[in-house]
């Protein structure tokens, strides 16, 4: 059974740094996309970042691009978001979720199949 479990959220002021983490129980970890994406109050779930399963290219959308760093660690099935510089519009659940193995479309945002339960980040203005 797959699981994946977020951590690391919390309340922050503008201008502050939290990392979230993701620890994700698949057996066939080091092959599958990686993404957080993050949903506001009254807003739709939208997409923040992806990385590959072999780590060595990521994507982020542009709302977050410079600021925010998506990262992971196959030897510990894990996978991190870096959030420096956070803005009161960071405010959101933030939730990691898992591709299918070696997806060809996971630099969209699309066709991912886990999801964590999320965590939420707070930024107070």
């Known amino acids: 059974q797959v699981q994946l479990v977020e951590s690391g959220g919390g309340l922050v002021q503008t201008g502050g740094s939290l990392r979230l983490s993701c620890a994700a129980s698949i057996r066939y970890f080091s092959t599958v996309p990686m993404a957080w994406f993050r949903q506001a109050p009254g807003k739709e779930r939208e997409f923040v970042a992806a990385?590959?399963?072999?780590?060595?290219?990521?994507y982020y959308a542009d709302s977050v691009k410079g600021r925010f760093t998506i990262s992971r660690d196959n030897t510990e099935n894990t996978v991190f978001l870096q959030m420096n510089s956070l803005k009161p519009e960071d405010t959101a659940i933030y939730y990691c979720a898992a591709g299918t193995p070696y997806s060809s479309t996971y630099w969209k945002g699309v066709g991912y199949e886990y999801w964590g339960q999320g965590t939420q980040v707070t930024v107070s203005s």
């Open positions: 990385i590959r399963w072999s780590a060595d290219t990521t």
